[in-house]
């Protein structure tokens, strides 16, 4: 059971945008920034979104990130065969004093 | 550019002891603005934040695995380690090492993982 909830699955067209959404509560999402990771199949996680909504260098555009209250959402416009991955949200928990990842969303273009 | 790269046992008996090295390239672990963490993936499953140190010695554990887990830094060898103990099957996982990004800022934390090491699997079975 993870502390931050997403949904296990996503899918889309090419072309199509497609969000992603992380649920946490007031000592993780609420307290702290959210980043997001890409996980392309058989490699290692990727930085994709951090501190809630910035890019590291070299991630396009087309990947956003946003934050509210205790939610936080990663929104893929233009959709592409290559975005097919697994999508994992994360943040610091005050309780636990420590990081936290959310379980995992399989993302499925179509 | 700065590269992290996992090496140890590839297969691990229960009850024993798990341990493993991370070797930093490209940069120096002694820097003042990082952690330097470990996180593992059980096939098929999803990410677990193991623990992090700083180049000091000061650590952070996951509560869940506190008991068990111990990690060393060795700025000599730009090396950070993990070591897990006592074992079992639940432990079957590639560990990846990452550099860890990590500040409190207006009460708000600020953490990320970036880069991350390949990751190894490490097999619990006899």
């Known amino acids: 059971q993870s502390v931050l909830t997403q949904p296990p699955s996503a899918s889309g067209t090419p072309g199509q945008r497609v969000t992603i959404s992380c649920s946490g509560s007031?000592?993780?999402?609420?307290?702290?920034?959210v980043n997001w990771y890409q996980q392309l199949p058989g490699t290692a996680p990727k930085l994709l979104i951090y501190?809630?909504?910035q890019r590291p260098s070299g991630v396009p555009d087309r990947f956003s990130g946003s934050k509210s209250g205790t939610s936080a959402s990663l929104a893929i416009s233009g959709l592409q065969s290559e975005d097919e991955a697994d999508y994992y949200c994360?943040?610091?928990?005050?309780?636990?004093?420590?990081?936290?990842f959310g379980g995992g969303t399989k993302l499925t273009v179509l | 550019q700065l590269q992290l790269q996992e090496s140890g046992p590839g297969l691990v008996k229960p009850s024993e002891t798990l341990s493993l090295t991370c070797t930093v390239s490209?940069?120096?672990?002694?820097?003042?603005?990082?952690?330097w963490g470990w996180i593992r993936q059980p096939p098929g499953k999803g990410l677990e934040w193991i623990g992090s140190?700083?180049?000091?010695?000061?650590?952070y554990y996951n509560p869940s695995l506190k008991s068990r887990v111990t990690i060393s830094v060795d700025t000599s060898k730009n090396q950070f380690s993990l070591k897990l103990s006592s074992v079992t099957a639940a432990d079957t996982a590639v560990y990846y090492c990452?550099?860890?990004?990590?500040?409190?800022?207006?009460?708000?934390?600020?953490?990320?993982?970036?880069?991350w090491g390949q990751g190894t699997l490490v097999t619990v079975s006899s």
């Open positions: 990452a550099r860890q990004s990590l500040r409190k800022i207006s009460s708000s934390w600020y953490n990320w993982f970036d880069p």
């Open positions: 490209g940069g120096s672990i002694s820097s003042s603005s990082y952690y």
């Open positions: 140190i700083y180049y000091s010695g000061s650590t």
């Open positions: 007031s000592s993780n999402i609420g307290s702290n920034t």
């Open positions: 501190s809630n909504n």
């Open positions: 994360a943040a610091w928990d005050d309780s636990l004093n420590g990081g936290v």
